[in-house]
């Protein structure tokens, strides 16, 4: 008799909130902005190359993200899949360094204040060397990156709203 096994990797999930004093239709439209995320990704040197590349993204659109990361220019093509306007949104990634890659974005209108709350799951490829890497780079990489857009989209959001 023959035996197989086979090792199975669950999906790294990332949760982030963020308190915005500011209206949900603002947040909302700085969140899906094309401008804005190249703004806020200045450092990685992130460009839109394909699809949308300016504006705001809708439902059904689709934008190809060059960048540098860790020292190579690597290219993240999503699509918008899920969107409910000023409440929600989901980008997922077509083609990209990731075995897959969901964004959920939504937004809550709390008090004076929109919570943002960011639900990012994906999956590393190559198997336990991926594994490796998320659980000693990448995931740190991506917190540090969401945190500092969250944090300056907040301060562009609050600075609209006066």
């Keep these: ?3 197989s096994s086979k090792i199975y990797f669950k999906m790294t999930k990332l949760y982030f909130e963020t308190v915005i004093n ?8 700085l969140s899906r902005s094309i401008d804005f995320h190249q703004e806020s990704l200045k450092k990685t040197k992130e460009k839109a190359t394909k699809g949308r590349t300016s ?3 809708e ?3 689709t934008v190809t993200w060059r960048g540098k990361h860790f020292g190579f220019y690597l290219t993240h093509e999503s699509k918008i899949s899920q969107m409910s306007k000023y409440g929600s949104f989901t980008d997922e990634m077509i083609n990209g360094c990731f075995k897959s890659f969901i964004h959920h974005h939504r937004f809550i209108t709390q008090n004076n204040s929109t919570v943002m709350i960011d639900e990012i799951i994906y999956e590393t490829p190559f198997g336990i060397l ?3 890497f998320n659980e000693s ?3 740190k990489y991506l917190i540090k990156i969401i945190i500092e857009r969250n944090t300056l989209l907040k301060l562009f959001a609050e ?3 006066g």
Excluded: R, W
């Design 137 to 139: 780079v990448l995931k």
């Design 59 to 61: 439902l059904g659109e």
């Design 22 to 29: 500011s209206a949900k239709e603002i947040v909302f439209d």
């Design 130 to 132: 991926g594994k490796i």
């Design 159 to 161: 600075k609209q709203s």
């Design 1 to 3: 008799m023959k035996l």
């Design 55 to 57: 504006g705001h993204i």
